[in-house]
């Protein structure tokens, strides 16, 4: 008998609900309410979408302007090197060379000057790591050296110096790292240990 009167229970609700349904979807204030918010939300969604691909594409313009000329720079790199190691070699008191060597020789370090003021404008730096702590971010260790005077990690030799752009890297400096006296002098006392 429970069972029955749960199934009618069960029936009567359900024609109750539909009865509700049908009213709801007769009455047009409630459709043109619900087709309202429904067109409101669709309306704020495509608006919160719009800015969203506006900031996105102002951020990529901005990124298209600071970072767009870095396969250029990766390749200006090595000619700056040149550049630099003939700089670094001409004589330093040019009284003595004749006119021709001084006019070539001060034409050089001009456009050296020139060039490393062009190179900063555009947002291109070269790292100087020469005594500073090795930074693997911005450094690379060709060689570890051994010594007493420097604390371990201290780039002690500059092989190549590095570039970057902005804050991207282009090319890491190449260097000599520092290596304390102590592990050096530990090796040698273990050798000598194994020769007796």
Not at 24 to 40: F, G, N, S, V, Y
Request: aromatic share 4%; charged share 30%.
């Amino acid at each position: 008998m429970a069972l029955m009167d749960d199934i009618l229970n069960d029936v009567l609700a359900a024609a109750g609900a539909e009865t509700t349904g049908d009213a709801e979807a007769q009455d047009p204030l409630i459709a043109m309410i619900a087709e309202r918010d429904q067109l409101k939300d669709q309306l704020l969604r495509a608006l919160a979408d719009t800015e969203n691909m506006r900031r996105r594409s102002e951020r990529e313009a901005t990124n298209v302007r600071k970072y767009g000329h870095t396969p250029f720079a990766r390749d200006l790199v090595g000619a700056i090197d040149n550049l630099a190691r003939v700089v670094e070699s001409g004589p330093e008191n040019l009284d003595q060379a004749d006119e021709t060597v001084r006019s070539l020789i001060t034409g050089i370090q001009l456009s050296w000057t020139e060039l490393q003021s062009v190179i900063e404008k555009h947002g291109i730096k070269r790292v100087e790591p020469l005594g500073e702590k090795f930074d693997y971010n911005l450094h690379q260790a060709m060689f570890e050296m051994p010594t007493n005077d420097q604390p371990s990690g201290m780039v002690l030799e500059v092989v190549q110096h590095g570039y970057v752009l902005h804050d991207r890297l282009l090319r890491p400096a190449m260097v000599g790292v520092s290596k304390t006296g102590d592990a050096a002098g530990a090796t040698g006392n273990d050798q000598s240990k194994t020769d007796e």
